[in-house]
């Protein structure tokens, strides 16, 4: 093993604060009334709703949504309106990070003394990742260069092998020597078929708020499922890491 690939949203903060349902909820339907010309919240929310099922990336399910005539006609519409970087501005100016509880100073410690190569790669925009990972203190962990935005892997993500062999390619690693932690089981069905070893962090159910709780539902077959045989490993928050799997902290590195 010599690389740990750590999805973002719901992987290194707990579901249960509601953030992800913050996000995905009024925050996005208002970038499509206000951007895309969508007459209301209620319909933005169902073409939203719809294409995230398919894709668990908002901007791979805007731009798939587009392109196949969801979106309202507007007289001036000549080229396409939605625009990935447009999304990412929108959220990391206008999400409500507090909800994100603060720095993760004892997982930032803990990555720092991994001997490992650390990625996050998420299918969330990259302004937008970028302003998560400095809200949890982990942007030091992996930079510019460790961070795979949806935007970096476009027209595909997550979970199409096309995304990850992008980044397997940028990082130099074959999937047998890296470790994936996600929150998706799509994600992680996919990574175990590519050779990956996988880490599944399920999130601390009983905490999750009803907001949470409505985020969850949109997940519908992508939510977390410990027993399914893609799992290698499941925990509940990406703290356990460490305690769970301390041979990823040894040289060299084993997975258990």
């Known amino acids: 093993i010599t690389t740990i690939i750590f999805d973002v949203d719901d992987t290194l903060y707990d579901v249960g604060t509601g953030f992800t349902a913050h996000r995905n909820g009024e925050a996005a339907q208002q970038f499509m009334v206000q951007k895309l010309g969508f007459p209301d919240l209620q319909s933005a929310k169902a073409v939203r709703d719809e294409y995230f099922e398919r894709y668990h990336a908002t901007a791979k399910a805007l731009t798939v949504a587009e392109k196949e005539g969801k979106f309202p006609v507007v007289d001036e519409a000549t080229q396409p309106r ?5 999304l990412s501005n929108w959220w990391a100016e206008n999400l409500d990070f507090s909800l ?3 720095p993760k100073r004892e997982l930032r410690r803990d990555l720092e003394a ?3 190569q650390l990625v996050a790669f998420s299918n969330g925009p990259r302004k937008y990742v970028k302003r998560v990972l400095e809200k949890l203190d982990l ?3 992996f930079g510019e260069k460790k961070l795979f935005a949806v935007d970096d892997v476009l027209p595909n993500c997550k979970p199409e092998k096309e995304a990850f062999d ?3 390619q940028a990082i130099g690693a074959l999937p047998e020597q890296c470790v994936m932690v996600e929150d998706s089981m799509k994600n992680i069905k996919v990574a175990k078929r590519l050779g990956m070893k ?3 962090i399920t999130g601390r159910k009983t905490e999750l708020t009803e907001d949470a709780k409505a985020s969850e539902t949109t997940k519908g077959a992508d939510a977390p499922d410990k027993d399914d045989p893609s799992v290698d490993v499941a925990i509940q928050t990406a703290e356990e890491l460490r305690s769970q ?3 990823l902290w040894e040289t060299p590195a084993s997975f258990i």
């Not at 939605?82 to 447009?86: K, L």
């Open 198 to 200: 996988t880490v599944l």
């Open 100 to 102: 994100l509880d603060g």
């Open 139 to 141: 942007w030091s962990v």
């Open 114 to 116: 991994c001997p490992l």
């Open 245 to 247: 799997l301390p041979g």
């Open 166 to 168: 992008k980044v397997l």
């Open 82 to 86: 939605f625009n990935a970087q447009d």
